[in-house]
């Protein structure tokens, strides 16, 4: 393993770190600079859960059958999510 590896958590370590920190700020035990201290870190790591899972999305493909009935990949689009009722 790498020292990069070792260094920087992955996806699921840094979701399970965001929600806990998510957790204690809605607790209401933390004072002031610990929250800010914590809102700094939910920041760092919302943004690497966003570019991790962008980078994920980049590389999905899904096989469709075109109108041949031949196999083809094209790049994978998200559903669009509806807004809740």
């Not at 370590?13 to 201290?37: C, F, K, P, Y």
């Not at 809102?39 to 690497?48: N, Y």
């Not at 031949?70 to 999510?81: G, S, Y």
Request: include cysteine.
């Amino acid at each position: 393993m790498s020292k990069k590896e070792k260094s920087e958590p992955g996806f699921d370590e840094s979701l399970r770190r965001l929600e806990e920190i998510v957790g204690q700020m809605e607790a209401g035990a933390m004072d002031l600079d610990a929250m800010v201290t914590a809102f700094e870190e939910g920041q760092r790591l919302v943004q690497f859960c966003t570019q991790k899972l962008n980078e994920v999305e980049r590389r999905i493909e899904v096989l469709v059958k075109d109108g041949a009935g031949a196999d083809k990949t094209e790049p994978f689009t998200p559903p669009v999510a509806l807004p809740p009722a």
